[in-house]
Protein backbone atom coordinates (compact mmCIF):
# COMPACT_ATOMS: atom_id res chain seq x y z
CA UNK A 1 0.00 0.00 0.00
CA UNK A 2 1.13 3.48 -0.79
CA UNK A 3 1.80 5.86 1.76
CA UNK A 4 -0.78 8.08 2.39
CA UNK A 5 0.02 11.76 0.70
CA UNK A 6 1.03 15.06 2.99
CA UNK A 7 -1.52 17.32 3.42
CA UNK A 8 -0.33 19.55 0.80
CA UNK A 9 -0.37 16.88 -1.26
CA UNK A 10 -3.81 16.01 -1.00
CA UNK A 11 -5.24 19.80 -1.00
CA UNK A 12 -2.94 19.81 -4.44
CA UNK A 13 -4.83 17.34 -5.89
CA UNK A 14 -7.91 18.46 -5.11
CA UNK A 15 -7.48 21.90 -6.12
CA UNK A 16 -5.76 20.70 -9.63
CA UNK A 17 -8.20 18.73 -9.94
CA UNK A 18 -11.15 21.41 -9.39
CA UNK A 19 -9.40 23.63 -11.36
CA UNK A 20 -9.27 21.02 -14.28
CA UNK A 21 -12.35 20.07 -14.82
CA UNK A 22 -13.67 23.71 -14.65
CA UNK A 23 -11.32 25.31 -17.37
CA UNK A 24 -12.06 22.01 -19.40
CA UNK A 25 -15.75 22.36 -19.36
CA UNK A 26 -15.57 26.09 -19.41
CA UNK A 27 -13.50 25.59 -23.16
CA UNK A 28 -15.89 22.87 -24.67
CA UNK A 29 -18.83 25.35 -23.59
CA UNK A 30 -17.71 28.46 -25.05
CA UNK A 31 -15.57 26.42 -28.17
CA UNK A 32 -18.86 24.59 -28.74
CA UNK A 33 -21.38 27.67 -28.61
CA UNK A 34 -19.13 29.39 -30.62
CA UNK A 35 -18.43 32.10 -28.24
CA UNK A 36 -14.87 34.49 -28.94
CA UNK A 37 -11.21 33.40 -27.96
CA UNK A 38 -11.59 36.61 -25.59
CA UNK A 39 -14.55 34.71 -23.53
CA UNK A 40 -12.28 31.92 -22.99
CA UNK A 41 -10.10 33.73 -21.75
CA UNK A 42 -11.98 35.96 -19.65
CA UNK A 43 -14.43 33.01 -18.19
CA UNK A 44 -11.03 30.75 -16.86
CA UNK A 45 -9.06 33.83 -16.09
CA UNK A 46 -12.53 35.00 -13.75
CA UNK A 47 -13.19 30.76 -12.87
CA UNK A 48 -9.77 30.72 -11.56
CA UNK A 49 -9.81 33.77 -9.37
CA UNK A 50 -13.02 32.44 -7.92
CA UNK A 51 -11.73 29.10 -7.65
CA UNK A 52 -8.39 30.55 -5.75
CA UNK A 53 -11.24 32.00 -2.70
CA UNK A 54 -13.15 29.21 -2.69
CA UNK A 55 -11.15 26.43 -2.64
CA UNK A 56 -8.69 27.82 -0.34
CA UNK A 57 -11.62 29.14 1.70
CA UNK A 58 -13.33 25.89 1.71
CA UNK A 59 -10.31 24.04 2.46
CA UNK A 60 -9.22 26.01 5.54
CA UNK A 61 -13.05 25.80 6.73
CA UNK A 62 -13.44 22.72 6.11
CA UNK A 63 -10.11 21.95 8.55
CA UNK A 64 -8.76 24.73 10.15
CA UNK A 65 -6.12 22.49 11.77
CA UNK A 66 -4.41 21.96 8.51
CA UNK A 67 -3.69 25.95 8.26
CA UNK A 68 -3.84 28.40 6.00
CA UNK A 69 -0.64 27.11 3.83
CA UNK A 70 -2.49 24.34 3.44
CA UNK A 71 -5.54 25.91 2.20
CA UNK A 72 -3.46 28.47 0.35
CA UNK A 73 -2.25 25.19 -1.46
CA UNK A 74 -5.40 23.94 -2.73
CA UNK A 75 -6.03 27.03 -3.79
CA UNK A 76 -3.11 28.30 -5.94
CA UNK A 77 -3.41 24.44 -7.29
CA UNK A 78 -6.95 25.18 -8.49
CA UNK A 79 -5.87 28.81 -10.00
CA UNK A 80 -3.21 27.58 -11.93
CA UNK A 81 -5.05 24.22 -13.30
CA UNK A 82 -8.20 27.25 -14.58
CA UNK A 83 -6.05 29.11 -15.61
CA UNK A 84 -2.99 27.82 -17.61
CA UNK A 85 -4.49 25.99 -19.93
CA UNK A 86 -6.70 28.94 -21.07
CA UNK A 87 -3.91 30.90 -21.76
CA UNK A 88 -3.56 30.23 -25.54
CA UNK A 89 -6.59 32.02 -25.68
CA UNK A 90 -5.28 35.44 -24.64
CA UNK A 91 -3.75 34.97 -27.71
CA UNK A 92 -5.95 34.08 -30.11
CA UNK A 93 -8.33 31.10 -30.84
CA UNK A 94 -8.89 28.60 -33.28
CA UNK A 95 -8.09 25.12 -33.55
CA UNK A 96 -4.43 25.91 -32.63
CA UNK A 97 -5.48 27.53 -29.37
CA UNK A 98 -7.87 24.55 -28.52
CA UNK A 99 -5.25 22.01 -29.39
CA UNK A 100 -2.71 23.78 -26.86
CA UNK A 101 -4.82 24.19 -24.24
CA UNK A 102 -6.51 20.53 -23.88
CA UNK A 103 -2.83 19.29 -24.19
CA UNK A 104 -2.32 21.28 -21.38
CA UNK A 105 -5.36 20.09 -19.17
CA UNK A 106 -4.33 16.53 -20.23
CA UNK A 107 -0.65 17.24 -18.80
CA UNK A 108 -2.35 19.01 -15.85
CA UNK A 109 -4.28 15.52 -14.87
CA UNK A 110 -1.35 13.18 -15.62
CA UNK A 111 0.34 15.57 -13.17
CA UNK A 112 -2.74 15.01 -10.79
CA UNK A 113 -2.85 10.90 -12.03
CA UNK A 114 0.66 10.78 -10.67
CA UNK A 115 0.49 12.76 -7.48
CA UNK A 116 -2.82 10.38 -6.69
CA UNK A 117 -2.16 7.98 -3.77
CA UNK A 118 -3.42 4.82 -6.26
CA UNK A 119 -1.24 6.03 -9.01
CA UNK A 120 -0.67 3.63 -12.22
CA UNK A 121 -4.23 3.40 -14.14
CA UNK A 122 -6.44 3.46 -11.91
CA UNK A 123 -5.85 6.86 -10.70
CA UNK A 124 -5.00 8.04 -14.43
CA UNK A 125 -8.74 6.38 -15.71
CA UNK A 126 -10.44 7.74 -13.18
CA UNK A 127 -8.86 11.13 -13.77
CA UNK A 128 -9.14 10.96 -17.23
CA UNK A 129 -13.01 9.70 -16.98
CA UNK A 130 -14.20 12.71 -14.91
CA UNK A 131 -12.53 15.01 -17.18
CA UNK A 132 -13.91 13.27 -20.23
CA UNK A 133 -17.31 13.53 -18.69
CA UNK A 134 -17.22 16.88 -18.14
CA UNK A 135 -16.42 17.78 -21.40
CA UNK A 136 -19.06 15.88 -22.36
CA UNK A 137 -21.80 17.05 -20.47
CA UNK A 138 -20.84 21.07 -21.39
CA UNK A 139 -20.46 20.18 -24.76
CA UNK A 140 -23.97 18.73 -25.33
CA UNK A 141 -25.53 21.90 -22.80
CA UNK A 142 -23.04 24.26 -25.04
CA UNK A 143 -25.60 22.58 -28.10
CA UNK A 144 -29.25 23.94 -26.29
Known sequence: MQPRPSA??????LGGADGATIVLGLIVGLVVSRQP????????LAGGLAELVGMASGQYLSDSESGVRVALTCGVAAFAACT???????FGGGTVALCVSLGLVA???GVISRLRP?????????????????????GAVALI
Open 8 to 13: HVRTAI
Open 37 to 44: ASAVWHAS
Open 84 to 90: VPAVPYA
Open 107 to 109: VAA
Open 118 to 138: ERGVLAAVTTYGVLLAAAVLT
